[in-house]
Structure formats: structure tokens, C-alpha cells
């Protein structure tokens, strides 16, 4: 093969970061089973979410996969290929990597929204937010699939791809902070019974949101340090089994939570809110989406 260009940062870096995205697909798909196996008197809505996401995530595996194909098999021994337009299916794939992480994102704002005891104005900020990133990344994809090179389109339109993953971490952060935040608070309203669960809940809160958001930064990073070649592009195809596990992890999180439960105990859902009088010590703590018309709750007394 001529040494027009190097296969190890550019082909070699894709190959790997299409097969550890494969490898984590397969991680969603057993979570995706364990979650209808295990919670199926959970909401129709939060169902069709969990359903929605994997369909995403099974697309953007095909068109990933289709776009390692292309580069491997179909143009085996032209390196220039890799120096052109990148191909439809990979338009694709952000397309829908983008749509993954808008609604994963708009589902942990929904957990501040509860919290928040219905208080509208931090989760509206961050659904804006997401939906403003989706709206970019809808842009990224008009324009994407009409450039001729990805060096032409990264000087173009660099910017709006800058712009994007940086409001991303931004908004991850921002909903991780809020979550870990109104958590503290309601610990410090509750019965030291249930403090345990709050403190698993903070830590799982933390994980989560700082994984999501330090994988924006490190796309962010590695396309600013080394736009020429596709390590970036790697790092972003396994973001979107990040966003789509962590959404799982939190849900299928709650078998964990039961086990820590008191006896006279029950917990269904995540997001936490607290009712009752702290003098009474008969404090009630719902964990988990209002999107359920009927939820039951931990009680402590």
C-alpha cells in the first residue's frame, strides 16, 4: 500500500474504536434484557424510551459497521479514500449517536424536574440545551453528507463541531451537579435509615455524569490535538454506548437499591423526592420517575 497516508492513526483507530463499540453494544443489549426481565411493571413510556435508545444504538452500529466495511473491504488498498468525504453511513451514524445522547440527557434533566419538586427553570435550561445540540448536530449531518474532503469540512465547520461537544460536557456536568446537589439536600431531611440508599444513589449520580461528560472532553480534545487523523473518531463512535449504558445502569441500578432496602421497604423507580415531617420520623422517599402513574416509594419509620 503507497505511504500517501498513516493507516495506523487513521483505519487502525477506527477498526479499534468500531469493535469496542461493538463490544459495549453488546454490553446494552444484555442491559436491555435485564431491564425488561426484571422491572416490566415499569411505565409504557420509560419502556419506549429504553426500546428507542437501543434502536438508535443498533443503527448506529450498522452504519458504523457498514463505514469500517467501506474502508477495509471496499477501498482495500486506496488510502486516499481515507483523505475524502467520510462516507453517508457515518453521516448517519452521528445523526443518530446525536439523537441517543439528547434523549439520555433530557431523561436525567426529567430526574431534576422531580427532585426539584416540579420546579421548571434548571431542567428547562438543560433541555434547551440538549435540544439546541441536537439541532447542531442536525446541521453537522446536512452539511457533512454534501463535503468534499474531511479536511475541507473540518476547516469549515470545525468550529461547530468544537461547539457541540463542548456544550455537551457542559450539560453533563450541569445535570450531574444539579442531581448530586438536590440529593445532599434531601439526605439531610431524611431518616438515618435511608441515608445509605441516598449516598449509593449520589455515587452512582457521580459516576455516570462525569463518564458521559469526560468522554465530550476527551472527542473535544483529541479532534483540537489531532484533527488530521481518526482517533477522534473512534473516541466519538464508543460515546454513544457511553450514554446509552449509563441510562440502562441507572435503571437496572434499582435491583441494587432493593437489596439494600429495609424489610417493611419497597423501592420501584430512581430520582428521589421527599414527603412527610422530619419530626415525626416518618419520612417517605420516592425513588424514581413520575412518569409511572403508580410508583410505590421507600418508607422508613
Known sequence: MPALVDVSPTLGALELGVLISFLLFGV???????YYTRF????????LLVAFVWACEATHSACVA??????TILNYGNPKSLIQALPFTFDTAVLFASI?????????????????????????IFWAISTFRLIACLGIFGTGVRMASLITYEAQFGWLMNT????GAANDIGITVSLVYLLYTQRNEIHSKTVPLVDK?????LETGMMTSAWALLTLIFFAAMGHNFVWLAIY??????????????LNGRSSLRAMEAPTSRIHTIPTTTTGSPNTKNTQISIGLELQQTHTSLKST
Open 100 to 124: 441517543i445522547t439528547a434523549f439520555v440527557q433530557g431523561f436525567f434533566a426529567y430526574r431534576i424536574y422531580i427532585l426539584g419538586k416540579r420546579r421548571l427553570v434548571v431542567p428547562a
Open 66 to 71: 457498514h463505514t469500517l466495511y467501506l474502508y
Open 40 to 47: 416490566p411493571d415499569d411505565d409504557w413510556k420509560l419502556k
Open 237 to 250: 463512535i464508543i460515546g454513544a454506548r457511553v450514554f446509552s449504558n449509563s441510562l440502562l445502569a441507572s
Open 164 to 167: 457541540v461537544w463542548a456544550i
Open 201 to 205: 444513589l449520589i455515587v452512582w449520580t
Open 28 to 34: 446494552t443489549t444484555t442491559q436491555l434484557y435485564v
